[in-house]
């Protein structure tokens, strides 16, 4: 096996907004824009309305993971959109419905982002996904790993994921 290629800001960049551009296409027939890419979060990123939180991480030659956040009307649309049934049906079937959505897209999202490490020669496996919802949530920081934050608009909604990387 050839050694890893370096990985590098826009690696990680590139890998997520192609992860999260599949995902939204093939789930939501909706388009994702990448907004910025931030090292640290912003002032601004303090999640003071109900949002969801998925978490999935990443183990082998590399090690981390990856939150999404999406808010919760959003989060209502996709389920709605996958299951095909309305946000209203959605919320009547409750909150484990929900979670369970969220959970497949972070999951898709994640194996995306997991596959294009391994192509770049660090394999690695996934972990079960972690579902967290209410309001004033934020991702703390893991010490000793490296953080990006991306930034998408989806269908006017700020989608975020929050991605921490402990390279062995």
Known sequence: MPAPTLITDAVIRDSIVRAINNVCHIMLKQEARFVEHTPQPKATDAQ????????????????????????????????????GISPSEVAFEGPETLKDVVG???NMTVGGFKNALCDLGFPC??????????????????????????HFDCKGHRVVADIQIKAD
């Open 48 to 83: 003071s309305t109900s949002h969801i939180f998925g978490s999935v991480g990443f183990v082998g030659s590399i090690n981390g993971l990856v939150y999404l956040c999406l808010p919760d009307d959003f989060a209502l649309f996709a389920a709605g959109h996958i299951l």
């Open 104 to 106: 497949e897209i972070t």
């Open 125 to 150: 496996k996934l972990t079960l996904p972690t579902i967290v919802r209410g309001n004033n949530l934020a991702v703390a920081a893991i010490k000793g790993t490296t953080r990006h934050i991306c």
